[in-house]
């Protein structure tokens, strides 16, 4: 059984920062992609930042985020972290970690953090 805990969640004022933390536990064979996803109050989720699990780590972030948040990885502890600066009230969501991940005697697939809130308002 894999699981993906979230932390680090918040309120915060315009302009200010959070960094969420997304630990990975449990039965793993190989972590090939985090990401972090974040869904607003009557939105679809929306995909904002990922990290290829490799020697290289290329990231990508989607436009709105870029300059402003950073996605990183811990190895040795099978953590992803999203460093999120210069934060406006459109970042309102839930923001939720993803991993692309493979388990014994299980194919490689998507697991799902459970989900942390991070609130932009003065």
């Known amino acids: 059984q894999v699981q993906l805990v979230e932390s680090g969640g918040g309120l915060v004022q315009p302009g200010g920062s959070l960094k969420l933390s997304c630990a990975a536990s449990?039965?793993?064979?190989?972590?090939?992609?985090m990401a972090w996803y974040r869904q607003a109050p009557g939105k679809h989720r929306e995909w904002v930042a990922s990290i290829a699990v490799s020697t290289s780590d290329s990231t990508n972030y989607r436009d709105s985020v870029k300059g402003r948040f950073a996605i990183s990885r811990d190895n040795s502890n099978n953590t992803v972290y999203l460093q999120m600066n210069g934060l406006k009230p459109e970042d309102t969501a839930v923001y939720y970690c993803?991993?692309?991940?493979?388990?014994?005697?299980?194919?490689?697939?998507?697991?799902w953090g459970q989900g942390t809130q991070v609130t932009v308002s003065s």
């Open positions: 449990g039965s793993i064979l190989s972590i090939y992609r």
């Open positions: 993803n991993g692309f991940i493979s388990a014994p005697s299980i194919r490689t697939r998507d697991y």
